[in-house]
């Protein structure tokens, strides 16, 4: 029997097929890239096979089917179909509407992820797929096929009853509902336990091994996640005129927004994103607040100065002038939307941080990529095969337990996570069963300590 086994890559999934001799007899996947036109203003996602063909079908439904979708739901069926493309690739079907029963059946099976063995080959996989992706990529499928090829009646429609649910009508009849899920999905459970946080001891870690085997870029970004509270997203899209000095010396102000040229992947939360250029001009984009033009984190002078060492080190004249793709990519595909009076060499504002291999402003999915060969190296659980977890929102949750346990009130920790509710900071306290151990600790000398006192009284 054979095996089929993955292989990551920056651009996506390699699998590797191999027979019962352990000899390599095909190998197969699709390769992803997301492309934002400057002209028409609008994300494109593009599928082809590893020799570079495209995927016709699928580029039609992710950039006109479904076209005019939130640019998450768009993102999740870029994902799903690469998966779904390289299963036909695998099982030599070219068109999605040859499916049967049975190919739906391996179809799961090879999109679960794991280790498991099926009646022709097994899959060695190192990605493992939740019940909830599992049957998001299956939602997917679904309306891939009912939109593209008018497809309704196959074994993934089906459906089963699960419950009843009763309530009121028009006039106060009685109202029944019949409740029902796809035979195809899984059960989802409520998940109790949370994400876990990147601890001091991980974090320390971490800086080591970015001393020895990465450099400032890494370390910036870590750091503005980890020590200031940002999300990735923030990150990425700060660009040159938003760092500014703060009227308290010794301090800088990080200011937070969104811009036209931002792609989805650089967008902030708690801003007002804007639909034209015109609106940089209007009074909401200027003033700062939630749900407003923009948000100010404070940062010390010296995490300040560390930016503009990553700034000058990346835009070095002699290290350009090596590489004229990389000189002439910053110039084109680097350049942000000016929105402030801030003084700038050349009048030129850029996206600070950049891919190292095309010098056009890094993406989420690069960054992943990154920092997960970070995690690995410093010996940090990733969830292996996971793609639900959000590693760089961890730094985030470390930012605000660590102001917890500092005895950060709730209020306060509003303010520093920059939510427009207290309440919404409640997901941001993610104790582990040491946090809890610690607590207890803490608590037991504490009543030793009054019992102790009232005892010699």
């Not at 998450?72 to 390289?86: G, H, M, Q």
């Not at 680097?334 to 996206?351: G, K, M, P």
């Not at 500092?406 to 509003?414: D, K, N, P």
Request: overall charge positive; some cysteine; hydrophobic content about 30%.
């Amino acid at each position: 029997m054979g095996v089929i086994k993955d292989r990551q890559t920056s651009l996506g999934t390699v699998y590797e097929r191999y027979d019962s001799n352990n000899e390599l007899i095909q190998k197969f996947g699709m390769i992803g890239f997301i492309k934002l036109s400057t002209v028409r203003r609008k994300t494109y996602f593009i599928i082809t096979d590893l020799k570079g063909n495209l995927i016709e079908d699928a580029n039609i439904y992710l950039n006109e089917k479904i076209g005019d979708d939130k640019y998450k739901k768009r993102e999740t069926a870029f994902s799903a179909l690469k998966v779904f493309y390289s299963f036909l690739e695998l099982v030599h079907i070219d068109n999605p509407q040859n499916l049967t029963s049975g190919d739906i059946r391996d179809l799961r099976l090879f999109l679960e992820g794991g280790k498991k063995e099926g009646s022709v080959w097994s899959v060695d996989l190192r990605v493992r797929r939740d019940n909830q992706t599992y049957n998001n990529y299956l939602n997917v499928y679904r309306n891939f096929l009912e939109k593209m090829y008018g497809i309704t009646d196959s074994f993934l429609f089906e459906t089963i009853k699960i419950g009843t649910t009763i309530g009121n009508g028009f006039f106060a009849h009685a109202h029944k509902g019949t409740q029902e899920r796809y035979k195809a999905n899984k059960k989802v459970f409520k998940q109790q336990s949370v994400p876990k946080y990147i601890k001091p001891y991980q974090y320390e870690r971490i800086m080591d091994v970015i001393e020895r085997s990465y450099g400032i870029r890494e370390k910036v970004i870590i750091d503005l996640m980890y020590n200031y509270g940002l999300r990735i997203g923030e990150v990425l899209g700060l660009t040159f005129e938003d760092i500014v000095p703060s009227y308290k010396e010794g301090y800088y102000n990080l200011i937070i927004r969104d811009r036209m040229s931002d792609k989805p992947t650089q967008r902030a939360k708690g801003v007002i994103t804007p639909t034209s250029k015109d609106e940089y001009n209007d009074a909401w984009y200027r003033e700062q607040g939630n749900h407003l033009g923009y948000q100010t984190v404070l940062i010390e002078e010296e995490m300040a100065e560390l930016i503009q060492e990553y700034i000058d080190e990346s835009r070095d004249d002699i290290l350009l002038s090596k590489s004229p793709i990389k000189r002439e990519n910053l110039k084109n595909n680097a350049v942000a939307d000016r929105v402030s009076t801030t003084h700038l060499v050349n009048n030129e504002n850029q996206y600070i941080f950049l891919n190292h291999q095309h010098y056009t402003p890094i993406t989420q999915a690069g960054w992943g990529y990154v920092l997960r060969g970070i995690f690995k190296e410093a010996g940090i659980h990733v969830d292996k095969g996971s793609k639900s977890t959000n590693l760089s929102h961890r730094f985030r949750h470390a930012f605000a337990m660590k102001r917890v346990k500092s005895g950060m009130q709730i209020l306060e920790l509003q303010k520093e996570l920059r939510h427009a509710s207290p309440k919404s900071c409640e997901a941001y306290y993610n104790p582990d069963d040491e946090d809890k151990v610690e607590l207890l600790r803490k608590n037991n000398e504490r009543y030793k300590e009054t019992y102790d006192k009232d005892k010699n009284k």
